[in-house]
């Protein structure tokens, strides 16, 4: 027994005529393979690197790390200093005092009693972004030096904001 549709007031409806099958297949197209999402900064080419700190390279809109790169935009950059000092003889106290110990003996080794101060240490720089982190340390030996390091910093959170 066939059933013709019907609409709700028992009214028989119009059935389109179907297509007979003939077994042949539409053709298969491959479909295109999934690429992982990329942001529009992404597909901008990297350009010229702006600012080099240690191995930390900035362009306008990427970091290059030796662990891969990370998105300039809203990274945040932190800087720490670790210094120590040590003390120690110069050499120039120790050659008097080899010298001066044929001519005079006792007075010569207060030559050993001479000590500088050197003040050495690092300059950690933290990169995050997202997951994304990367730590650089900086050998320094001057004030100079990690003054010059916080201005590039500096100027690299300014591109950052942007």
């Not at 066939?2 to 609409?7: A, C, K, L």
């Not at 110990?101 to 300059?123: Q, Y």
Request: glycine letters at 6%.
């Amino acid at each position: 027994m066939t059933s013709t549709p019907s609409d709700p007031w028992g009214e028989p409806v119009p059935v389109p005529p179907t297509a007979p099958v003939t077994g042949a297949q539409p053709p298969a197209y491959p479909s295109p393979p999934v690429q992982p999402y990329q942001s529009p900064a992404d597909l901008l080419p990297p350009g010229p690197v702006i600012v080099q700190v240690g191995e930390i390279g900035v362009t306008s809109t990427v970091i290059h790390t030796p662990a891969g790169d990370i998105p300039l935009a809203g990274s945040n950059w932190q800087v720490h200093d670790y210094w120590h000092h040590e003390q120690r003889i110069p050499q120039w106290a120790i050659i008097c005092a080899v010298a001066g110990f044929c001519v005079l003996t006792v007075f010569s080794l207060l030559f050993l009693l001479v000590k500088e101060t050197i003040a050495r240490g690092t300059v950690q720089i933290t990169v995050t972004n997202g997951t994304r982190q990367y730590v650089a340390r900086i050998p320094v030996t001057d004030q100079a030096q990690v003054a010059a390091i916080h201005q590039q910093i500096n100027y690299v959170r300014s591109l950052a904001a942007l």
